[in-house]
């Protein structure tokens, strides 16, 4: 083990809790090497830099790395202010990874295909915590494998869209019409303009990525005529985008959900909820979608491009090899399963939680970021700084700190609860239908109406 404890901690993505959880690590003196598959720090940020996002400066600088950063004579931006994902990379992560106790264990044009003990498959028990971790390294220079005494997988789900087809797999002709459908969140504005102006778009999605793509499709049709688009939600509640607006403690994020219900309601777009993509077909030269619907097949169009806001999912091709538990409908680490899971919680927090509910079967494994929440929409980078924290400590054998976990997270003031309530308003934000009656066992409605169900809770916990 000894020998073990002088390998690094092998970081996986160069994003910005990848790189968090280097400075981390490093603060704690424990040796760490980060492999970012692209070309430069926080590749896939770059793919959306154009998006504003919704979180202000001081919601988006990792603690510890901004003290490195100031050390240096680095001035955050204005605080209040809102960065673009393109100002993000520019004005933070660049300069971070460019500090010299960083860019020495940083290596670009790395990407980590295939990670399992040297030695040992899954299958095989007896001493494998023993054994280093192998990670299957591809770069331009060809194939290596290098070891590592633990492994943060701060890889992400940028990489991985959920397919158009609702039922999670490829709709039919999704694959053969591949070239005239963006997914995420397509320039539209910018680079992109000419494939948007003057045609007609399906927006496909019920989340941020899907309200950015509408609001920037309404602006390229004042201005170009023939510009129409039209949005298909599968789901026909739309409380979780539209969001709750002034009460929202992030202001940008209730405006955007604001925006986008205005021009719903407006009109300007066609919207069509409870649509189930199942098929592309192209009829002279333009697309049509079908779907299922609660009143049967619904064929959209013509339509000249389809923008894909349906999500990401976790690549787990990378930890086959791996013991993980994982939450088995979301992906994402088993223990916060039940405290995102977006068929019961909108309110888009969660309790503090640390090393013991990212952590695995597999002993010095563990995953952070927006992979930890699997599938779940609902995460923010304040998340993911507090989760490399704790996992830092506990590497550097600093249990007391690791466990002293600390998240407090901004409001959306909105939440919806199973069974369709919604609740509105600050007296009930940040636990899912409000606070428990005071005679009940339960730390909020759901919590209490769960246990009263005989289940265990909805969980608003967190692991002992």
């Keep these: 083990m000894s020998e073990q404890n002088d390998l690094p901690v092998a970081v996986i993505g160069g994003g910005p809790v990848g790189l968090a959880a280097a400075v981390h690590l490093l603060e704690q003196g424990v040796p760490v090497k980060l492999y970012e598959a692209g070309t430069a720090v926080a590749s ?24 490195l950063l100031e050390a240096t004579g680095w001035k955050m931006p204005d605080p209040e202010t809102f960065p673009t994902a393109d100002d993000l990379v520019a004005l933070y992560l660049e300069p971070l990874a460019r500090l010299p106790e960083l860019s020495p264990v940083i290596e670009t044009g790395a990407r980590v295909t295939g990670i399992s003990r040297w030695g040992a498959d899954k299958v095989r028990g007896g001493g494998r915590e023993a054994r280093p971790f192998m990670l299957v390294v591809e770069t331009a220079g060809g194939i290596r494998r290098d070891r590592a005494r633990a ?30 459908i963006a997914y995420g969140i397509p320039d539209i504005l910018g680079r992109d303009r000419a494939l948007y102006g003057g045609r007609a778009t399906l927006v496909a999605g019920s989340g941020h990525s899907a309200a950015n793509a509408l609001l920037d499709l309404a602006r390229v049709a004042d201005d170009e005529p023939g510009t129409t688009f039209i949005w298909t939600t599968r789901g026909t509640d739309l409380v979780r985008i539209y969001g709750g607006g002034d009460l929202d403690a992030l202001p940008a994020r209730g405006e955007l959900g604001s925006d986008v219900r205005d021009l719903a309601e407006s009109g300007r777009v066609q919207l069509v909820t409870g649509f189930a993509t199942t098929a592309i077909r192209e009829e002279d030269g333009r697309l049509i979608v079908e779907g299922d619907t609660a009143d ?6 013509p339509i000249d491009r389809i923008v894909a806001a349906t999500g990401q999912r976790p690549d787990l091709s990378l930890t086959r090899e791996l013991r993980l538990d994982l939450d088995p409908w ?6 916060l399963g039940p405290l995102i899971d977006p068929n019961e919680h909108s309110c888009g927090d969660v309790p503090p939680h640390g090393h ?21 929409p609902t995460f923010l980078l304040l998340t993911g700084y507090e989760q ?22 901004p409001e959306t003031g909105v939440c919806t609860v199973p069974g369709g309530v919604t609740v509105t308003g600050k007296t009930f934000a940040g636990c899912c239908g409000g606070p428990a009656p005071e005679a009940a066992d339960g730390c909020c409605v759901a919590d209490a109406e769960a246990k009263a169900a005989g289940r265990g809770g909805c969980g608003c916990g967190v692991a002992a």
């Design 388 to 409: 490399v924290r704790s996992v830092a400590a506990a590497l550097a054998g600093d249990v007391a700190s690791a466990d002293a976990v600390q998240l407090v997270l």
């Design 44 to 67: 896939n940020l770059r793919d959306w830099g154009h998006v504003r996002v919704f979180t202000p400066w001081r919601y988006c600088v990792d603690r510890a790395a901004r003290e």
């Design 356 to 376: 013991r509910e990212l952590s695995h079967p597999e002993p010095g494994v563990y995953t952070v970021g927006i992979k930890s929440y699997g599938r779940a």
């Design 296 to 301: 049967g097949l619904r064929r959209i169009g």
């Design 151 to 180: 492994v943060i997988d701060a890889s992400g789900t940028w990489r991985t869209p959920n397919p158009l087809g609702a039922g999670g797999i490829a709709a039919e002709g999704e694959a053969e019409f591949a070239d005239r």
């Design 330 to 335: 979301l992906e994402g680490v088993r223990a």
